[in-house]
């Protein structure tokens, strides 16, 4: 595997990873469990953008003063590129995670503590997936084919499933849930189980917190190729999907009652996964310049979101 990244690059990114994380954290239980405003959540979602493009620059300095300036500018063009998509496909993730907290009534105090445990089960997933993904294609180029064309149908299934209400009832974990163990109907505080009359029942804040790390691993397997179609580096593919994932929970509040604003937004990302699909599946015969890819899902995302605030959802549909 070819990577920039040297043991400096890697203690530098998990230092402020792991200090990012504890920063809010702490914060986070600052005064106890409470429900985040959309103010709050705006400044936490703007500061988690800005650290990335704080790393994202600190990066671009480092490689320019190392290894000069072209390199320093195609990295700096491939994290960012990495990062818009990341960002834009964890939005998806986000209308997943609204609808199960939506569908159990999970109360608002306890939705930090759900999100903040999900994020940090898909930090490490990505980390194992990212690191097999990058072994693996070393090893075998055509598996950039056999992503290409994976991503090309989740975005024609994407396109297809968009509008339509995600049936809870039908999902088979939550069914194998209910059909093998005692399942409380009342949440108990932070509790994810209680004992009564000697018996283990689970809470439905345990259900929640099963049906988000599925969901992390399905997105993750959708995602992770998406990105290897910018670079096969795994320091710029695990970073940028990272920084993604690390402002997941900021994202949730603050997208909270708006998902209805954006609902052509699932359309765009549709788009963008057939996009960087056939991106993958020409990379022997035309490869796409990384400036092209930024341009394209930006101008993608762009003209989904200008024309969902144009035509407002109509009352009954979903996003």
Same mark, same amino acid.
């Given at each position: 595997? %070819?990577?920039?990244?040297?043991?400096?690059?890697?203690?530098?990114?998990?230092?402020?990873?792991?200090?990012?994380?504890?920063?809010? +954290?702490?914060?986070?239980?600052?005064?106890?469990? *409470?429900?985040?405003?959309?103010?709050?959540?705006?400044?936490?979602?703007?500061?988690?953008?800005?650290?990335?493009?704080?790393?994202?620059?600190?990066?671009?300095?480092?490689? /320019?003063?190392?290894?000069?300036?072209?390199?320093? /500018?195609?990295?700096?063009?491939? #994290?960012?590129?990495?990062?818009?998509?990341?960002?834009?496909?964890?939005?998806? /993730?986000?209308? @997943? #995670?609204?609808?199960?907290?939506?569908?159990?009534?999970?109360?608002?105090? %306890?939705? %930090?503590?759900?999100? !903040?445990?999900?994020?940090?089960?898909?930090?490490?997933?990505?980390?194992?997936?990212?690191?097999?993904?990058?072994?693996?294609?070393? *090893?075998?180029?055509?598996?950039?084919?056999? #992503?290409?064309?994976?991503?090309?149908?989740?975005?024609?299934?994407?396109?297809?499933?968009?509008?339509?209400?995600?049936d809870l009832?039908?999902?088979?974990?939550?069914?194998?849930?209910?059909? *093998?163990?005692?399942?409380?109907?009342?949440?108990?505080?932070?509790?994810?189980?209680?004992?009564?009359?000697?018996?283990?029942?689970?809470?439905?804040?345990?259900v929640v917190?099963?049906?988000?790390?599925?969901?992390? @691993?399905?997105?993750? @397997?959708?995602?992770?190729?998406?990105?290897?179609?910018?670079?096969?580096?795994?320091?710029?593919?695990?970073?940028? /999907?990272v920084f993604? !994932?690390?402002?997941?929970?900021?994202?949730?509040?603050?997208?909270?009652?708006?998902?209805?604003?954006?609902?052509?937004?699932?359309?765009?990302?549709?788009? !963008?996964?057939? #996009?960087?699909?056939?991106?993958?599946?020409?990379?022997?015969?035309?490869?796409?310049?990384?400036?092209?890819?930024?341009?394209?899902?930006?101008?993608? +995302?762009? !003209?989904?979101?200008?024309?969902?605030?144009?035509?407002?959802?109509?009352?009954?549909?979903?996003?």
């Amino acid at each position: 595997m %070819q990577t920039i990244g040297n043991p400096w690059l890697w203690a530098g990114f998990a230092g402020v990873v792991v200090i990012a994380l504890l920063v809010d +954290l702490v914060l986070m239980r600052h005064g106890g469990a *409470h429900k985040v405003t959309f103010k709050e959540a705006l400044y936490w979602s703007l500061g988690w953008i800005g650290l990335a493009l704080l790393f994202n620059a600190g990066l671009w300095w480092y490689l /320019n003063e190392t290894a000069g300036v072209a390199m320093a /500018n195609k990295v700096g063009l491939e #994290f960012l590129t990495g990062y818009l998509v990341e960002k834009s496909l964890a939005v998806d /993730n986000i209308f @997943v #995670f609204l609808m199960l907290m939506s569908y159990f009534a999970v109360p608002e105090e %306890q939705r %930090q503590r759900v999100l !903040v445990i999900g994020i940090l089960g898909a930090i490490v997933l990505r980390s194992v997936l990212i690191f097999a993904g990058a072994a693996l294609l070393a *090893h075998f180029h055509w598996l950039l084919y056999v #992503f290409g064309a994976f991503l090309l149908l989740t975005g024609v299934k994407m396109w297809f499933a968009a509008g339509k209400e995600p049936d809870l009832e039908r999902n088979p974990v939550l069914r194998w849930m209910r059909g *093998h163990l005692p399942l409380s109907p009342d949440y108990h505080g932070e509790a994810l189980s209680v004992v009564r009359d000697g018996k283990r029942w689970y809470t439905p804040l345990f259900v929640v917190l099963v049906l988000i790390g599925v969901t992390d @691993v399905i997105f993750a @397997v959708d995602s992770i190729p998406a990105i290897f179609a910018i670079t096969a580096d795994p320091f710029i593919v695990l970073t940028s /999907n990272v920084f993604a !994932v690390l402002g997941l929970r900021a994202m949730f509040f603050l997208l909270a009652g708006m998902a209805d604003r954006f609902h052509l937004l699932p359309y765009g990302l549709a788009v !963008v996964l057939a #996009f960087i699909g056939t991106k993958m599946l020409l990379i022997d015969v035309f490869k796409i310049p990384v400036l092209w890819s930024l341009a394209g899902v930006a101008a993608i +995302l762009g !003209v989904t979101i200008a024309l969902s605030l144009a035509r407002p959802a109509k009352p009954g549909t979903h996003a």
